[in-house]
C-alpha cells in the first residue's frame, strides 16, 4: 500500500469511528417533535358543515426533550441520518471516485427529477390545464375550491393540442409531427425575450452609461469619489467596447485603448472567480452547518 | 520544501480547506458587519415602506443553494415581518415549495402575534408555477391568469390578499431571492424594468457580476452572496437591537467567518502556486 493512500485510509477510518463514539456518547442525531392540533371546517357549500381535526408534528430543539407534548420522531431521525449518510457520500469524492459518491449521486438525480415532475403534474397539469378545461370535474375530484361560476376555458384545448404533438417524439412513425409544436415555442420564446433584451439589456444599459464625468454635490463641492466611479465605468465600457470592435485593425491608439479594455475584462473575470468562490464556500459551510449543528450537536 | 510542494496531493489542500472552515464554524467565529450602500438600499427599501405594505417574496432557489441563500431569504422575511408586511410567496424552482415553507415558518414561530394563524390574511403562498419568465410575464400583467389557486388549492378570489390584487405591479415591493435560471435576470428583463416595479434582490456569488450593471436604474438594490446576507442581518440588528440575543437572524453572520480563514487560506495557496510556478520556471523545468 502507498504511504499516501494509507494515511488517507487511517484519516477516514478514524473520522469514521470519531463520528460513531459522538453519536453514541452524546446521545445526539436524534429529533424530537411537538404535536399541534389542527382543526378545519369543510368548504363545499352543499356539504352538511363537518369539523375536521387533525395533527400536524412541529420540530423543537433537543432542550426540549422530555416535555409534555414533545416526542421523539423516527421518520424525521431516519431523515436526518439519511441527509447527513448523503452529505458524508458526496463529500467522499474529495479522496476519490467511488461507488458510495455514484450511488448517492444518482439517487439526488432521479429524486430532484421525479419531484419536479410530481410538482410540476399537480400544479400545472391539474390546476392549470385539467381545472380550466373541465373545471367541474376538477371541482368533484381534486379542488373542491374551485368556485362554482368558472367556465371551461377552450382556449386552453390548444396548449393541450401542442402537448400532445410534442409528446409525439416519442412514437416511432411521424416524429416530425413535434417540431411545430417546438416552431410555436422557439419563435414565441424568442419574439418575448427580444422585447424584453433590447428594453433592458440594450436600452437600459445605455441609460445607465450615461452619466457625467464630474459630480457635484448640492451644495457646490465636488463628489471625488462617486466622479471617479462614474470616470471608471465609462472608460471600462467605451474601451471593452473598443476591444470587440474588429472592422478596424488594432494599431496606434487603438491597440492602447483595447488593451485598456482587456484590463478591465480581467478584472471583471476577476471578480467573478472571487464572488464564485465565495459562493461554494459559503456552501460547504451550509453543509458542515448542518453537520455539526443538526446531525452531531456540536 | 519546493520540491515536496511540487507533488503535493491535492486532498491535504482538501484536508486544509475543511479544516479552514470547519473550525470557526465550531467556534463560532464571527466579524462586525459594515453596511455597504447597495445593502443600505436594499434595507431602506423595505424598511421606508409604511407597515402592512405588500411584498412579494419570490424565492427561485433550491436545497442545492440553501448554503448560500436561506440567510437572505430569512433576513428579507424576518424584516419583512417586523415591518408586519403582508406577504406573498411564489416560486419558479420546482424545489422551491420546501424553501418558502421554512420562510412561512418563521413568519407563523417568530412573529405570531402578527402572522400566527393569519394565513390569507397577512401572508400567502401561491407556490410553484411552470413556465419560467412565461410566469413573470403574466403576473406582472394578469395574476390570475397564471395562478389560479394558492399552494393549497384554494382560489385566489376567495383569499383576502389576493382578492383585488389584479397583478404584481400593484405590491410596493418586489423582493427575489434567486440561485440562477429562472431567476432575478428574468424579474428585471420582464418586470421591474418595463413596469418599474421597485426590485430588491438577493443572489448567488455566481450571478452577481451579472446583475451589477442593473443597478441602481432597474434594481434598486442587491444582497450579493453570503456577504450580502450578512450586512443585510447586521443592517436589521443595528435597527432592530433585540435580534442581537436570536442566533437564527445570524445565520449569514455565523458564516462569514469561515469565509474569511477561507479566503485567506485561498490567497495564500494561491501565492503559493505562483512561487512554485516562477521558481520551476527559474529552474527551466516549467
Known amino acids: 500500500m502507498k504511504q499516501s493512500t494509507l494515511i488517507w485510509t487511517l484519516l477516514m477510518v478514524f473520522g469514521g469511528l470519531s ?46 426533550k422530555g416535555k409534555p407534548g414533545v416526542s421523539f420522531s423516527l421518520s424525521r431521525t431516519l431523515g436526518l441520518w439519511v441527509a447527513a449518510f448523503c452529505t458524508l457520500a458526496i463529500f467522499s469524492f474529495l479522496y476519490g471516485d467511488n461507488p458510495l459518491y455514484k450511488f448517492t449521486e444518482a439517487v439526488f438525480v432521479g429524486v430532484s427529477a421525479a419531484y419536479a415532475m410530481v410538482v410540476a403534474f399537480w400544479t400545472e397539469i391539474v390546476t392549470n390545464l385539467f381545472a380550466k378545461l373541465l373545471p367541474g370535474y376538477a371541482r368533484m375530484s381534486f379542488l373542491p375550491d374551485i368556485s362554482e361560476d368558472v367556465q371551461s376555458d377552450l382556449l386552453y384545448l390548444i396548449p393541450l393540442v401542442l402537448s400532445v404533438l410534442l409528446l409525439w417524439r416519442l412514437a416511432p412513425k411521424g416524429t416530425w409531427i413535434a417540431r411545430w409544436p417546438l416552431a410555436f415555442f422557439i419563435g414565441a420564446t424568442a419574439g418575448i425575450r427580444l422585447i424584453s433584451y433590447l428594453e433592458a439589456d440594450f436600452i437600459g444599459q445605455i441609460q445607465n452609461t450615461i452619466m457625467p464625468f464630474i459630480v ?83 | 520544501m519546493l520540491k515536496i510542494l511540487q507533488t503535493l496531493d491535492r486532498r491535504w489542500i482538501f484536508l486544509a480547506m475543511f479544516l479552514a472552515v470547519a473550525i470557526p464554524l465550531i467556534m463560532g467565529m464571527t466579524f462586525p458587519e459594515k453596511t455597504s450602500d447597495q445593502v443600505m438600499a436594499v434595507f431602506n427599501a423595505v424598511e421606508n415602506l409604511p407597515d402592512g405594505s405588500n411584498v412579494v417574496m419570490a424565492l427561485d432557489y433550491d436545497p442545492a443553494s440553501e448554503g448560500e441563500l436561506q440567510p437572505m431569504a430569512s433576513a428579507f422575511t424576518r424584516h419583512c415581518a417586523l415591518k408586519k408586511h403582508n406577504i406573498y410567496f411564489m416560486t419558479l424552482w420546482p424545489q422551491g415549495g420546501p424553501m418558502i415553507q421554512r420562510s412561512t415558518d418563521l413568519l407563523e414561530n417568530d412573529y405570531p402575534e402578527t402572522y400566527k394563524g393569519k394565513y390569507g390574511s ?141 479566503h485567506v487560506l485561498l490567497i495564500g495557496l494561491i501565492a503559493l502556486g505562483n512561487v512554485i510556478y516562477f521558481w520551476e520556471r527559474k529552474q527551466g523545468t516549467a
Request: aromatic share 12%; hydrophobic share 40%; with cysteine.
Open chain 1, 19 to 64: 463520528l460513531i463514539a459522538i453519536q453514541l456518547f452524546r446521545d445526539k442525531g436524534e429529533v424530537y417533535v411537538r404535536e399541534v392540533p389542527v382543526e378545519g371546517k369543510s368548504s363545499l357549500p352543499e356539504a352538511q358543515e363537518q369539523t375536521y381535526r387533525w395533527s400536524t408534528y412541529k420540530q423543537v430543539s433537543e432542550k426540549e
Open chain 2, 122 to 262: 397577512k401572508y400567502v403562498n401561491l407556490g410553484f408555477r411552470a413556465g419560467n419568465e412565461g410566469v413573470i410575464k403574466l403576473v406582472v400583467e394578469d395574476l390570475k391568469k397564471s395562478y389560479d389557486t394558492d399552494v393549497q388549492g384554494t382560489n385566489l378570489n376567495d383569499i383576502p390578499l389576493t382578492k383585488n390584487l389584479k397583478n404584481i405591479q400593484q405590491v410596493d415591493l418586489l423582493c427575489n431571492v434567486s440561485a440562477g435560471y429562472p431567476g432575478s435576470k428574468e424579474w428585471v428583463l420582464y418586470g421591474s424594468a418595463p413596469f418599474d416595479i421597485p426590485t430588491v434582490i438577493g443572489c448567488t456569488g455566481v450571478q452577481a457580476p451579472i446583475m451589477l450593471p442593473y443597478i441602481p436604474q432597474q434594481l434598486t438594490g442587491m444582497l450579493a452572496a453570503i456577504k450580502g446576507a450578512a450586512e443585510y442581518e447586521q443592517a436589521i440588528i443595528n435597527r432592530y437591537p433585540e435580534l442581537n440575543d436570536n442566533p437564527a437572524a445570524k445565520e449569514g453572520l455565523k458564516r462569514m467567518g469561515p469565509q474569511l480563514v477561507a
Open chain 1, 216 to 298: 457635484f454635490s448640492a451644495d457646490g463641492s465636488l463628489l471625488w469619489i462617486q466622479s471617479l466611479r462614474n470616470t471608471i465605468v465609462i472608460v471600462g465600457v467605451t474601451s471593452c467596447m473598443v476591444y470587440f470592435f474588429f472592422s478596424i485593425e488594432h494599431e496606434g491608439v487603438v491597440k492602447y485603448i483595447s488593451r485598456l479594455g482587456i484590463w478591465f475584462l480581467m478584472v471583471t473575470f476577476g471578480a467573478s472567480f472571487a464572488y464564485t468562490v465565495m459562493g461554494r464556500i459559503a456552501l460547504l459551510s451550509g453543509r458542515l452547518d448542518f453537520l455539526f449543528n443538526n446531525w452531531l450537536g456540536i
